[in-house]
């Protein structure tokens, strides 16, 4: 099927001089070009800085900003960095009257297959209501690619694509921790589909969460549970989980970030029908699981 429909594309960068070269090539390379890449670099210290000039020198269609960052964040100063790539990406498009239906965000630690546009396009152009999608994230653990689990009507973070239109309705990209995890909420709650395709595929060139150590990773996961008002019995659920999987830290790890919410954060997501969202599945979630629990019995 002929894919007809252009798309432009953001993505953060800080200090990630070893996977920019690959994941370049790998959006250079692609059977459809993105109209427009604009590449946020977050105050790098490292040689992003060279690679990403190169790339914009060589490639008219790329554009390299520099925000004022000043730290790696993965609560609220990720958020905003992509709000600001997303809208500024909007603007440019807008001046310059680039045409696009889909807006994709592509985390600077991603390696895409060759014709991963025109799959997820395609996917979109199949279903009207596809507000937003992703693929599947692998990484390799000492020789073996391993794809990461998730439930198949939750698009993930930096490996993601919007319908102009969704994006726009439901406010661009909030500011929260998760706020990928947000920004399916709120395409559900305006009526549209999400979906994670598996046989679309990044492969990440580091385990989620492992840019600042598994630990931290694990620890900003529990903090962004009790901000957005995960109801604690499936915060129990998840630390078990975590605690049965390798390395079995992270459950640690976890529970001391949702502690943490407790004692020092205290504030939770001001967007109430986010939160109603959320302890309405987490209440359905239970359910379902403590029936099959009583059918065992």
Not at 107 to 119: C, G, R, S, T, Y
Not at 160 to 165: D, M, T
Request: hydrophobic share 35%.
């Amino acid at each position: 099927m002929a894919i007809e429909s252009g798309y432009i594309l953001i993505t953060p960068c800080k200090n990630e001089e070893k996977s920019l070269p690959e994941l370049a090539d790998s959006i250079i390379n692609q059977t459809i070009t993105p109209k427009l890449w604009l590449i946020v670099n977050d105050n790098s210290t490292d040689n992003s800085v060279k690679i990403l000039r190169d790339i914009e020198t060589k490639y008219s269609w790329v554009r390299v900003v520099a925000s004022e960052g000043q730290k790696r964040d993965l609560s609220f100063h990720y958020a905003k960095i992509v709000r600001y790539g997303l809208s500024l990406s909007m603007n440019i498009s807008s001046t310059e009257k680039i045409s696009f239906e889909y807006i994709g965000l592509i985390d600077a630690d991603m390696i895409l297959e060759k014709n991963f546009f025109e799959k997820i396009i395609g996917r979109f152009e199949q279903d009207p209501r596809l507000g937003v999608a992703s693929g599947s994230t692998a990484y390799f653990e000492a020789d073996n690619l391993i794809t990461e689990k998730g439930r198949d009507n939750l698009p993930i973070g930096g490996l993601r694509v919007w319908k102009r239109e969704c994006l726009i309705e439901t406010g661009v990209f909030p500011i929260s921790y998760s706020a990928d995890s947000v920004s399916n909420v709120l395409a559900v709650l305006h009526g549209w589909n999400t979906k994670k395709f598996e046989d679309i595929v990044g492969i990440q060139t580091r385990r989620t969460g492992s840019a600042e150590g598994l630990w931290k990773g694990y620890r900003t996961k529990g903090e962004s549970d009790y901000y957005r008002d995960y109801h604690p019995i499936y915060v129990l659920f998840k630390f078990v989980k975590y605690t049965s999987t390798h390395p079995f830290y992270i459950g640690i790890a976890y529970m001391e970030g949702y502690i943490k919410g407790i004692v020092k954060i205290k504030k939770k997501i001001s967007i109430p029908e986010v939160r109603q969202y959320y302890r309405k599945k987490h209440i359905e979630i239970g359910r379902y699981y403590a029936g099959k629990f009583k059918f065992k019995l």
